[in-house]
C-alpha cells in the first residue's frame, strides 16, 4: 500500500501547481479508486491540496512574497470548465479578450453540444448555449 500511495503522491507533484485535476488525470487500477479518493481527501485536509468540487483538486501557487497560496487562476478554471461540459467559451468575454469590443462580460457563455442549466462556479456565473459547430482549434 505505500508503494501504491507513493506513486500517486508522485503523480499529483508532478502536475502543475495551478492546474486543475480530476481522478481521470491519474493512472491506477480502477479497484482503487476508493483509495485514491481517500488519499486525495487527506491531501485536501492537510492543505497540500484544494479542493474546486466533487472530485476535482488542484495544488495551490506558493505566493514569492511569502503571502501564502494563491488561488486558482480564472483561465485555468475555464479549462476545466469547458473540457468538463465539452465546449467553448463563446460570447462577450471571449470577444473582450480579442480585443473586438469594450463590454465586461459578468455571465461566461460557454457553447456546448447538450447545454445545462446556468449555474455559478466558484465565483463564476456560467450560462450554457448550444453548440452548432463542434470542430474548433483549441
Known amino acids: 500500500m505505500a508503494s501504491f500511495r507513493k506513486e500517486i503522491l508522485g503523480q499529483i ?30 491531501q485536501s485536509r492537510k492543505g497540500v491540496l484544494v479542493r474546486v468540487e466533487k472530485g476535482a483538486y ?24 469547458t473540457e468538463k461540459l465539452n465546449g467553448y467559451i463563446t460570447g462577450a468575454y471571449i470577444y473582450n479578450k480579442m480585443g473586438l469590443t469594450e463590454q465586461v462580460a459578468t455571465t ?3 457553447a456546448t453540444p447538450n447545454p445545462v ?15 452548432y459547430c463542434m470542430d474548433y482549434p483549441d
Not at 58 to 81: H, I, M, N, T
Open 58 to 81: 488542484y495544488r495551490p501557487k506558493k505566493s514569492v512574497l511569502g503571502l501564502g497560496k494563491l488561488p486558482v487562476y480564472q483561465d485555468e478554471q475555464f479549462r476545466y470548465l
Open 108 to 110: 461566461i457563455t460557454i
Open 13 to 42: 507533484e508532478r502536475i502543475d501547481t495551478g492546474r486543475i485535476f480530476t481522478f481521470r488525470d491519474l493512472s491506477f487500477e480502477t479497484e482503487k479508486t476508493a483509495n485514491v479518493a481517500v488519499l486525495l481527501s487527506e
Open 117 to 131: 442549466r446556468r449555474f455559478r462556479f466558484k465565483n463564476l456565473d456560467i450560462e450554457c448555449v448550444k453548440a
